[in-house]
């Protein structure tokens, strides 16, 4: 499976709930029934930002973001295709009128399941995009991420078994794309979904001993972990063709 994935910012003279509304019950339900004739178009997710103002975790998880937006297809050339013709289409709103272009991003990427929720026990989800470290092509960095470090995390109990879910998304340039007016241009070639039965457990798999000696230097060997965006989530809207 292939997904757009889109961190969304809100324009700054559309409300927050105005704008959620806009994706939720004009924008992805426009987008589902343009598509509907294609087989490719599998669904849409809205995902909502867990709201931590004024908690301790505000800080960590600044609220950047108004949404994260995934749009699934069955394959790469057909993803394409159906956004091209969604660019296209004069049925479908224009979704960049309610976006603050300079911020956020949006990029295809193959879908690669590592530790699948397969009993929906994800409570909190966390996604993560970031960039390949420097001096390292971005084909090797994938193919190192997607069969190494699956394994090497695992030698990290009190992280990976927390975990319910890890899910990669491998990012792939698109000329097409990144020349639409409606889309964030901005691509990253690694996004990681990551999710715990609870925020704390989510936290805690992410700050223990095992994480920082195994897992974090690991990471480092081919990504920058310093430099990434971060989306909380405990909601999310579903549309389909």
Not at 75 to 91: G, I, N, Q, T, Y
Request: aromatic share 10%; charged share 25%.
């Amino acid at each position: 499976m292939w997904r757009l994935t889109a961190f969304l910012k809100r324009n700054s003279a559309m409300a927050g709930d105005d704008f959620l509304a806009f994706l939720t019950g004009t924008w992805a339900p426009a987008v589902c029934a343009a598509g509907s004739g294609s087989a490719s178009l599998k669904n849409i997710r809205i995902h909502l930002p867990l709201d931590l103002s004024g908690s301790p975790l505000e800080s960590l998880f600044p609220p950047r973001f108004d949404a994260l937006v995934e749009i699934a297809f069955e394959d790469f050339d057909s993803a394409v295709a159906s956004l091209v013709a969604l660019d296209r289409d004069p049925e479908v709103p224009d979704l960049g009128d309610a976006l603050d272009l300079s911020d956020g991003a949006a990029w295809l990427g193959e879908v690669l399941p590592k530790k699948p929720d397969d009993h929906g026990r994800t409570g909190t989800r966390m996604t993560v995009a970031g960039d390949v470290i420097d001096g390292m092509a971005e084909g090797e960095a994938q193919r190192y991420w997607g069969e190494v470090h699956p394994v090497v995390a695992q030698r990290a109990p009190e992280t990976w078994e927390r975990l319910t879910l890890y899910r990669q998304v491998h990012g792939r340039r698109s000329s097409a794309i990144e020349e639409m007016s409606w889309l964030p241009r901005r691509y990253y070639p690694m996004c990681a979904d990551m999710g715990a039965v609870s925020l704390e457990e989510l936290l805690a798999a992410y700050d223990n001993d095992q994480y920082r000696a195994i897992v974090r230097p690991d990471e480092q060997k081919f990504s920058k972990p310093e430099d990434m965006l971060t989306f909380v989530t405990r909601e999310y809207r579903e549309v389909m063709p």
